[in-house]
């Protein structure tokens, strides 16, 4: 082929990986670093309580939802908050889902939201396992030479 055809094959041949590693050449097996394993939730330095200026039927919600909440470690004085809108939201989505336009655009937007948020707290399912580990104590690779005997 002319100058600007492109040709398969053509252009350097790749080198072996004895070659690369006496000329310095780039390595391509890379080792994935190790996981660390996920931290465990900190204790609460104060109780998280439910507002007592909320309405009957978010304060209702709170006490449905919080606990799961709390043990995920996700409702925390911080996040206090946006939990409220959550059950505020809740509520919504609840009365339109027994309105007679159900399914409308404005109850499947709620829907989405409420979903969503429920993912933030981690109290919907999302698709994955959660695993709760404890902290492993650390293996001593020189143990059995310890030993005396």
Known sequence: MG????????????????????????RRNRVKPAEEPPKEPQELQEPV???????????????????????????????????????????????LAAAPNCGDSNHRGMLQWVASRMKDFAIAPFGKPVVRMTAAKPVDPFAEFDQVG
Do not use: Y
């Open 49 to 95: 309580n439910r507002p007592e200026d909320l309405p009957e039927d978010q304060q209702a919600v709170w006490d449905e939802l919080a606990p799961f909440a709390i043990q995920a470690g996700t409702l925390t004085p911080q996040t206090r908050s946006a939990f409220v809108m959550l059950c505020r939201n809740v509520v919504l989505e609840r009365r």
């Open 3 to 26: 100058r600007g055809g492109v040709r398969s094959g053509s252009g350097r041949k790749p080198q072996g990986a004895a070659i690369l590693s006496l000329h310095g050449g780039r």
